[in-house]
């Protein structure tokens, strides 16, 4: 079960496409929006973080960390941030831990594929709570970017 508005994020380390680990606690006293995505190189997936990185000016304004976090490789998402020019960390939960533990996981998707991240957005304020939590069941969907923003924005 996901985490709910007014909880604490449950805390991680990941290595990034840079083969770094990344911790959420290494960001505490700044807001963190942390994105769950299914697959590197999807058509939905590259949406969602070509609309990040086009905006991250905004979120930068704001002193925002943006997180992308999908079961892929560290390498394969050091392909996918070079191929598209992301502009912020992508987080390899290849364990599946991270996603388990913010309940965004599909047991079984298309093609056979399981334990796959559901595409889910969540926003963690300055002392590690959870501001604005979504879930979502249809991987064709995107998040709520203008919550996400008025989110922060009340933060602020």
Avoid at 117 to 133: C, L, N, P
């Amino acid at each position: 079960m996901a985490p709910l508005v007014g909880e604490v994020a449950p805390q991680f380390t990941l290595y990034s496409d840079e083969k770094k680990p990344v911790s959420l606690s290494d960001f505490k006293g700044q807001p963190v929006v942390i994105l769950f995505f299914p697959l590197a190189f999807t058509r939905t997936c590259t949406t969602e973080l070509c609309s990040m990185r086009d905006e991250l000016g905004w979120y930068q304004a704001l002193n925002v960390q943006i997180f992308a976090i999908s079961v892929d490789s560290p390498q394969t998402l050091a392909a996918f941030k070079q191929a598209q020019q992301y502009n912020f960390p992508l987080l390899s939960d290849f364990n599946k831990e991270v996603i388990r533990a913010y309940g965004t996981i599909y047991e079984a998707f298309g093609l056979g594929m399981r334990g796959v991240a559901k595409r889910s957005a969540f926003v963690v304020d300055k002392e590690g709570i959870i501001r604005y939590a979504e879930v979502l069941e249809n991987a064709g969907e995107l998040p709520n970017f203008n919550e996400i923003k008025k989110t922060l924005q009340n933060l602020a």
